[in-house]
């Protein structure tokens, strides 16, 4: 008896005695956080990351769990009005209509675009942090990953209070939809030992130390062995890193096709409803014209300019192409990728269609198509409207379209997925490449002609400087952690805070030098203009890459301007395992309007690739406006190098 008391003493002694805060043993006692209690902002950082770790798992941590066990279908829990737009969606939840965890996702199931739409209104319209809580943790239960992933991360960027959070990129969140298939089944083969330090109990340590090291949080038992700092790294570096290939390209084209299928789908809402056209009275739009600029000007549409956005960006990839073609000498149209996984491992198939009867499914395609667009427009009597028709018709028809060409072309059953399937694997497919550069072709042949010449005062060009262009490729790694076959986010615990080496990805993608332009403008007067530059083949104004764009006021008489361009020296997002560690807000941006930051510039040339600067001036367009009138136009030659 006297000698479990002095034991217990010495338990008392050594540890510090009893926890007066909280009444407990200190060994039973969480360890304070040496930096203090962490700030709201952070916690909701650290929310949303732990949603996205291993989202294609279940979700087994005990208190999401339960914040997501029910749905929530109190109207005080959303924002005033928002359950005439949510009822159906949560109708079709109680009927299993919305896809479910570990099936297979297609953007181009007829349902889909509404289960979309649904999920991000459910997510978006939460009135509070709490009920988006709530919300998003269901979410992430019951529906599947993809779709999941694809409204929140809609959501984030549209809610007051989760904008300014930090998202990691969707290619380090679902890597399945973004790598090769051996990529992702030699990151699931690295084993638990290979990331985390072994610990094991030195012979030498007396019974006095091994008690100090249980009742120490901060004086482990076990000692760790030295662990290589090193990544784990899975080589999936190419000859050539070609556009098609580059992943966060894939991953912003799948937020802009996300982002089109919800302007889509609310467009379709609207058109269902009666609206007030001349003020006193409700009445039938009068023409296509009529109703698409009543809509435009709607303040209750999110995405209200977005297909000609959308077009912008296809004319910008498709430049991109044809400019890689000229510096690469190879075909872009014939590069195929090797062959990708779902998130449930089921591998994506392919054609058996022949290349000429693929190219006369595409001109069926785009003939019928066109018959559509003449016949929209057939009645229009202003010029400058035609363009506005065209891309909304074609942005409304996208799906239908790329729904009916996988039915034409691909001979397999349900439940195996193709390139056109995903929008994170389109940029893949040669055929989908084809299909958007003679969507591109279309929609440009009823531009021509259509932006009036303004009857302003016109500003000349008077010269222009340009420093040296030149890309190179870089060398980048992407976080695979999340295909790992142990299950990170368990019960009680996180277990990605035990990791000491980074699982990741090696490629290379394009890049750009430092550079920078000096424009010098005369004015007659002064003046407003919105100056435009781009980058396109010599010889041929479209399709052009769009390279920089501002609005400024032009005094009369001479007007310097000085642009610079930054090289991406580092990805545009941190990893995953770099979030759970920074209170950063997000801070990305760029000035084009056209694709992520480090593919501003083409794949030049060793010896040097020949564009056209192309420099824009036209009259600033007002929110709704299609475009603003043509001030001055002016090209020069260009060279951009490749080291």
Sequence with gaps: MLRLTLVWLCFLDLGGGWSRSRGLPLWNRV???????????????RFLLDLLLQVHKPLLHQELTAMGSRLNEEPSDYQEGAMRSLREFLDSVHENKVPRPFGIYSQLDKAMPEHLLGVYRFLVLARDWYSFQRNACYARIHF???????????????????????????????PQLYFEEEVILAAQEVSWQQLVPTRAASPKSTWLEVLRGYLSPRRPLDKEEPLNADAVVIDDERKVAHLCFDVQLS????????????????????????????????????????????????????YSRFPQLFFDVIEQFVAALMMEDVATGQISMELIDPPLITTGGVPFTGTSMD????RGVLSQTIDHLQAQINDAVSNVTQPSDIPFIVQHLVASQYLNI??????????????????????????????YRSLLLRLNRLVFSYEVGALPVSQLPKPSLESIFVSQLRSFEQIVDTDLINVMDQQLLQTHRNNLRLLRRRL????????????????????????????DLYLALRNQSRPRLHLDGFVSTLRKGINVFQRHFPS????????MSQLYGTNS???????????????????????GLKLQLIIELTEPGLENEWSGAILHTESTDVLIFHH
């Design 31 to 45: 360890p304070e956080d040496p930096i203090g209690r962490p700030a709201e902002q952070a916690e909701r950082q």
């Design 144 to 174: 599947h990953p993809i779709l999941f992933v694809n409204a929140l991360q809609l959501a984030v960027d549209e809610r007051e209070d989760t904008k300014d959070l930090r998202l990691p990129a969707m290619y380090e969140v679902l």
């Design 251 to 302: 991953s912003y084209w799948n937020n802009m096709i996300n982002r089109l299928t919800i302007s889509i789908e609310e467009w379709k809402e609207s058109e269902r409803d009666m609206r007030i056209v001349d003020g006193d009275r409700q009445m039938a739009f009068r023409g296509p014209t009529d109703e698409l600029k009543f809509q435009n000007q709607s303040p209750n549409r999110l």
């Design 355 to 358: 290349t000429e009867a693929v």
């Design 402 to 431: 790329c729904r009916n060409l996988s039915l034409a072309i691909n001979d397999h059953g349900p439940g195996r997925p193709s390139m056109l399937d995903l929008a994170t694997a389109n940029l893949r497919d040669p055929i």
């Design 504 to 531: 990741v990805a090696r490629q290379r993608r394009l890049n750009h030098g430092t550079f920078h332009i000096t424009l010098e403008l005369s004015a007659p007067a002064e003046v407003s203009v919105q100056t």
């Design 568 to 575: 991406c020296t580092r990805g545009s997002r941190p990893t």
């Design 585 to 607: 807000p997000a801070t990305d941006g760029t000035r084009s309007r056209g694709l992520p930051p480090h593919l501003m510039v083409p794949r030049g040339a060793e010896e």
